[in-house]
């Protein structure tokens, strides 16, 4: 039996679902486009799109179920809202900055935070850090803090280094 979440975000584009729900299941494994809905030429007079063009797009990162709608101009994304990727490793913190980060906001990167080119936040987030800012020595993880704030994407071999000093 199938399980169903019962919670799924719905990312509100212009016009770009289906572009955007392709390369974020392209970085991700065990992910996937399960649907597409088009408007029809029902309620035109309100969405003001060409029938036949995408609507909805349901899709998997990593088999968490999300929602992509070509709702129009009217919302954009902003950084209230992000999305965080937990990573094992160097090797999965770089891939994920990389992908994620090509054509996006350069000026939008911080602390592990970036914003893609469709204008959603990301945070790419090495577990070290996290075990790092919450272990038992104050003193080292207020070093570790102070070394992340003046980081871009989270290099965890420094960390490793002012976590140790």
Same mark, same amino acid.
């Given at each position: 039996?199938?399980? #169903? ?18 390369? /974020?299941?392209?970085?991700?494994? $065990? +992910?996937?486009? +399960? $649907?597409?809905t088009r408007y029809s030429e029902a309620g035109q007079e309100i969405h003001g799109k060409p029938p036949g063009s995408v609507m909805v797009v349901a899709f998997e990162l990593d088999g968490q179920a999300f929602t992509a709608l070509n709702g129009g101009p009217l919302f954009q994304f902003n950084e209230? %809202? @992000?999305?965080? %990727? ?6 999965? &913190? !770089?891939?994920?900055?990389? =992908?994620? @980060?090509?054509?996006?906001?350069? $000026?939008?990167?911080?602390? *592990?935070?970036?914003?893609? =080119? /469709? *204008?959603?936040?990301?945070?790419? &987030?090495?577990?070290?850090? #996290? ?5 038992? !020595?104050?003193?080292? @993880? ?9 980081? =871009?994407?989270?290099? #965890?071999?420094?960390?490793?280094? &002012? /976590?140790?000093?």
């Amino acid at each position: 039996m199938a399980i #169903i979440q019962r919670i799924t975000p719905c990312l509100w584009f212009d016009d770009q679902a289906e572009e955007a729900a392709e390369f /974020y299941t392209s970085i991700f494994d $065990n +992910s996937g486009i +399960s $649907n597409v809905t088009r408007y029809s030429e029902a309620g035109q007079e309100i969405h003001g799109k060409p029938p036949g063009s995408v609507m909805v797009v349901a899709f998997e990162l990593d088999g968490q179920a999300f929602t992509a709608l070509n709702g129009g101009p009217l919302f954009q994304f902003n950084e209230a %809202i @992000s999305l965080q %990727i937990d990573c094992e490793n160097q090797a999965e &913190v !770089d891939h994920f900055w990389d =992908k994620l @980060s090509e054509g996006g906001d350069e $000026n939008a990167q911080q602390c *592990g935070w970036l914003k893609d =080119k /469709y *204008g959603l936040s990301w945070q790419v &987030v090495p577990r070290a850090l #996290i075990e790092m800012l919450s272990g038992p !020595d104050a003193e080292k @993880s207020q070093r570790v803090f102070q070394a992340m704030l003046g980081m =871009k994407k989270i290099d #965890i071999t420094e960390l490793e280094r &002012v /976590y140790a000093a």
